[in-house]
């Protein structure tokens, strides 16, 4: 089940456009509790070794790799994004967004931000400054309601989560850091994930209370490919009912 979900997560993540290499993905090869699984190999904690060597590496060794870092108590700022004049947090609505930033260059000819339709809801995103080339995206999910007219409007709407391109976050992380930084920030991820043999990437997971931090790295470079702060991606899953 934790596995099927995280599956569903990634795929929807690969929609918004996140990362223009990624595809599909069938499921993961390998899943593992960082802060209690044990494996056997044991390697350097040093920020140069941990560089140099992820691409080499079983999934067990970076699991035992993880655990030399400490286990950090992350705080609910980790899960906020400043962007400009907004402090983005769980709370935030459809209606700060629109009201201090209006909708993006490109919103409309790019479908209105759609990812997808199920069950009466449409996921869909806003790419700020623009769709081409865009600093941050923000994933909602709204009830699709039609009005006298038979024109569809956005109903009640909730923020899913932050995809961050361009900007860092709350820490300093940012797209194209080393895995040194984000152990350094961050400490030992709760879960461990590496994809099957067709794709080059792995997923550490950091949580809180609900919140997630989605830090997703290229094994072949050993370098932070996308950051994903998640706020309600599971709820957005069972309204959508996707399998």
């Known amino acids: 089940m934790v596995q099927k979900k995280i599956i569903v997560y990634l795929c929807i993540l690969i929609m918004t456009g996140c990362h223009s290499n990624f595809d599909i993905l069938d499921k993961p090869e390998?899943?593992?509790?960082?802060?209690?699984?044990?494996?056997?190999?044991?390697?350097?904690n040093n920020s140069h070794d941990v560089n140099e060597t992820l691409k080499d590496l079983l999934i067990d060794d970076?699991?035992?790799?993880?655990s030399h870092y400490e286990e950090k108590e992350l705080s609910l700022n980790d899960f906020t994004v400043k962007y400009k004049d907004m402090l983005i947090t769980r709370s935030s609505t459809l209606e700060d967004f629109e009201n201090i930033f209006g909708?993006?260059?490109?919103?409309?000819?790019?479908?209105?931000?759609?990812?997808?339709?199920?069950?009466?809801?449409?996921?869909?995103?806003?790419?700020?400054?623009?769709?081409d080339n865009y600093d941050i995206s923000i994933m909602f999910l709204?009830?699709?309601?039609?009005?006298?007219?038979?024109?569809?409007?956005?109903?009640?709407?909730?923020?899913?989560?932050v995809y961050l391109n361009n900007i860092e976050t709350y820490s300093g992380l940012r797209v194209g850091d080393p895995i040194s930084n984000v152990f350094e920030l961050y400490g030992n991820p709760t879960l461990i994930q590496r994809y099957d043999s067709n794709t080059d990437y792995i997923e550490f997971i950091y949580t809180k209370d609900e919140n997630k931090l989605i830090v997703v790295l290229d094994e072949?470079?050993?370098k932070v490919m996308y950051i994903f702060i998640d706020y309600r991606m599971e709820q957005s899953i069972r309204d959508q009912k996707i399998s």
Not at 30 to 44: G, R
Not at 103 to 127: A, C, H, T, V
Not at 148 to 154: D, F, G, Q, T
């Open 30 to 44: 390998e899943t593992y509790n960082a802060q209690s699984d044990s494996p056997s190999t044991k390697l350097s």
């Open 62 to 66: 970076i699991v035992k790799m993880a």
């Open 103 to 131: 909708y993006p260059e490109g919103y409309f000819d790019s479908n209105f931000g759609n990812i997808s339709n199920g069950n009466g809801y449409r996921r869909w995103q806003l790419r700020y400054p623009d769709y």
């Open 142 to 161: 709204s009830k699709q309601e039609i009005n006298e007219i038979e024109e569809e409007y956005h109903g009640y709407t909730y923020l899913i989560g």
């Open 220 to 222: 072949t470079n050993s």
